[in-house]
């Protein structure tokens, strides 16, 4: 199944508690609380354990990065793919693995035509066309509080695979009826990344390496 990212965001899983964030970083923010003391916040969290799917209706991934060190560029991608294994009895040992279609680079600017050749020529640099997935998988989750994590995790971008961090907010959750009557858990997340890294060079004599990413996703239980 063609599919999430980047990045993309998502291994969300570990700050899930049943009211959710108020005081949630804004996007692009960097914390600057260490980590939570251990047992400050309960360790277990009263949702459903188990296989949730992304549902990619209600899930964003948009990036952005610097023009001529003057505005910030932002797009998003369309196609995207993610599944979360919820430990509720410890949430910081769930799981996430994401995936993005690195072609489905939209940036909303058309040619004199019409067409998008420059969201091709963008997915082009990402590697479309010889690694066609950018996918994402969690390696650790690190609760920094009663609904935030850090999400540690492996990115695979171009064929190059190299270490990525997503600070993540859990938003909340319900019983959505109009999704099969079944659990749906929300989350928010953002990272930051040095696109050369991945040997994604192109156009440096005009746009900078950092790469920002934000996220926000709904997961709905599966079965």
Known sequence: MRSLMLVLSLSLAACAGMQGAPDSPPPFATPEASLATPLAYAQSVDLPAGAYRLDPRHASVSFRIRHMNMAWFTARFDTKDATLTLDSADPANSTIIASLDAASVNTGVLNRQGERAFDRQIGNALGAQTAPQITFQSTQILRTGEHTARVNGTLTMNGQ?????????????????????????????????????????????????????????????AG
Do not use: C, M, Y
């Open 161 to 221: 695979t190299h270490p990525l961090t997503l600070d993540t907010t859990f938003g909340g959750a319900a019983v959505d009826p109009l999704r099969g009557g079944n659990q749906v858990l929300g989350f928010s997340a953002h990272g930051e990344l040095n696109r050369s890294d991945w040997g994604v060079t192109e156009w440096g004599a005009f746009t900078g390496d950092t790469v920002q990413i934000v996220i926000e996703a709904e997961f709905v239980k």
